[in-house]
């Protein structure tokens, strides 16, 4: 029973496999028992790109299917999860004695190769880039590459072949996109027609039925986490349930006055759908991970693993969003996001429940949003503190503030005694330069390998006069009628 087949198309070829062990990564997979060793490992915890391969998957909208590539970590993907996908490593773009693909030929002639091991993972990475748009520009190129370590190279000259392959080629031309119907189609005929893996449910029924009957287990979605307990923990959690097949998790809903979001949304989807109404979080959303990371880490995998530097925490609770959670049997409860954490990675969740959506409010008048991530690395980083803030100004004055911090307590969690403080405050520096003195009664932060506790307390006051100076602009055009801002800064 445990060990149905996963059926997948790798590069030409139809794979029908049936691991021993659940646990088995993509990457393992194609180096082992393929022996195709073109992708590398590096890391093994998706931070340094080497194992960089795409993968196709099939995409549910009213109409049907679409089949869309994404770049992903190999190393922290496992095998059951790509049942019915396709999964195209560096093999297929040129095999020995063919002509270079246009990428690979960029490189060489961009002088963007020395020592190669990272090379095919960075040809992977725009290889994702060219197959989903029909143009680029540097920063493009360069957030594509963020999930990518080259040590010896440097990035000038990739950067260049990139932008080479888009003056002179064509996506349409690309093998992958003429192929994407036919693949497409056999791709449908395995999830139509194939029983799925025992481990991979095939819809939000499947799902429910698997944890009636597995109580202890472990539910894995983009695996951004948990791939990193199994191979740097080595732990090997019980009942795996891999999600990604539970389109029902991955819808993305527009009422009036919501955004409702499942929890199997990809932070590169979530980036697409919330831009309209936050324009805030695009910048702060592209800190997440790399391009990689982005395409796998889902909104409900960063609300479950309840980690206190989880970067959509604070934004989501200071965004009033709301939970909503189902167990085996199908009964709902709503939570308001900021409650669900209780303590240090305790969260209010049971055995046989899962989060179904995140539903966040849309933008009210009067909203003055932003988001800080503070990290020791600008790209692929995890944050040391980050922080939201949300205020509602009108004439000139703070009527409501919800500011949430993570990294500053066991939980991401709102500084209370300082909203308290600005309520009812001109929106002027004084205030946010006395508010920052309540910091100090809302956090004592903990010391450790990523801050201190005065480097974070210190960060934490600092961006209270930040978001000040930064949105101060802003205000004076939203608010022109109301006079907002009569006042100079000091830093005029
Ligand atoms: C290289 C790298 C960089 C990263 N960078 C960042 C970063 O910048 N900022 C950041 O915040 N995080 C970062 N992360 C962490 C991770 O990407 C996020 O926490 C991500 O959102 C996890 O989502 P996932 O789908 O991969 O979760 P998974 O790993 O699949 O699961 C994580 C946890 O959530 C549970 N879970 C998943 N879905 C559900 C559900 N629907 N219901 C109930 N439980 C569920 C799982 O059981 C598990 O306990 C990074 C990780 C890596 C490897
Ligand atoms: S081996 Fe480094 S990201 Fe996978
Ligand atoms: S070419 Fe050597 S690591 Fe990039």
């Known amino acids: 029973m445990k060990n149905q087949p996963i059926k997948f198309y790798l590069n030409n070829q139809y794979v029908n496999y049936a691991p021993e062990k659940e646990y088995i990564s993509v990457l ?42 994404e770049s992903i970590n190999s190393c922290i993907r496992f095998l059951p999860s790509i049942h019915a996908c396709h999964l195209v490593s560096i093999e297929h773009l040129s095999k020995k004695g063919e002509l270079l693909h246009p990428i690979q030929e960029e490189m060489k002639n961009a002088n ?8 095919p993972g960075i040809v992977m990475s725009i290889y994702n880039l ?35 392959v888009f003056e002179k080629y064509k996506r349409i031309k690309d093998e992958l996109y003429i192929s ?56 090997r959690p019980k009942n795996p349930v891999f999600i990604s097949h539970v389109d029902e998790l991955k819808i993305i809903k527009m009422s009036k006055n919501f955004i ?33 990371i982005r395409n796998m880490g889902t909104i409900g995998g960063n609300i479950a ?52 959506s995140v539903k966040i409010p849309k933008p009210t008048k009067g909203l003055v949003f932003s988001n800080y991530k503070v990290s020791k690395r600008r790209d692929e980083d995890i944050s040391s503190v980050c922080a939201s803030f949300y205020f509602i100004i009108n004439r ?38 006395d508010s920052a003195k309540k910091i100090e009664e809302d956090f004592q932060p903990i010391s450790d390998a990523r801050a201190s506790q005065e480097y974070r307390v210190l960060v934490a006051k600092n961006l209270l006069k930040k978001v000040f100076l930064q949105k101060s602009k802003a205000c004076r055009g939203l608010m022109r009628h109301g006079k907002l801002l009569v006042g100079r800064t000091n830093f005029d």
């Open 28 to 69: 393992d997979y194609l180096r082992l028992n393929e022996e195709l060793t073109g992708t590398k490992e590096g890391c093994g915890e998706g931070d340094c790109g080497a194992c960089t391969v795409l993968l196709g998957s099939l995409q549910k909208t009213p109409s049907g299917f679409w089949l869309k590539y």
């Open 112 to 119: 963007g190769v020395q020592c190669g091991f990272c090379t």
């Open 130 to 164: 060219f197959l989903n748009n029909d143009f680029t520009d540097r920063k493009k190129v360069e957030e594509s590459l963020q999930g990518n370590l080259c040590r010896c190279t440097g990035y000038g000259p990739i950067i260049n072949a990139a932008k080479n």
């Open 180 to 235: 994407n119907k036919k693949i497409k189609e056999k791709l449908i005929a395995i999830r139509e027609k194939e029983p799925f893996p025992y481990s991979v449910p095939k819809d939000l029924k499947a799902f429910k039925s698997f944890i009636r009957k597995n109580k202890n287990n472990t539910i894995i979605s983009g695996a951004t986490d948990v791939g990193l307990w199994i191979n740097k923990e080595l732990q």
């Open 260 to 292: 409702t979001v499942g929890s199997s949304v990809t932070y590169t989807k979530l980036l697409e759908s919330l831009k309209p109404f936050y324009p805030e979080l695009t910048e702060y959303l592209k800190r997440i991970g790399g391009e990689q």
């Open 305 to 356: 693993n309840a980690s206190p530097i989880g970067d959509m925490l604070p934004p989501l609770i200071a965004l009033k969003s709301e939970i909503k959670i189902s167990n085996a049997e199908s009964q709902i409860r709503n939570i308001q996001m900021e409650d669900f954490f209780i303590k240090y990675k305790v969260k209010d969740l049971k055995n046989n429940e899962f989060i179904l």
């Open 396 to 433: 000139g004055y703070i009527i409501e503030a919800r500011l949430v911090f993570g990294g500053m307590a066991e939980v991401p969690k709102r500084a209370k005694h300082t909203e308290n403080f600005l309520l009812g405050k001109p929106w002027t520096e004084d205030s946010f330069a």
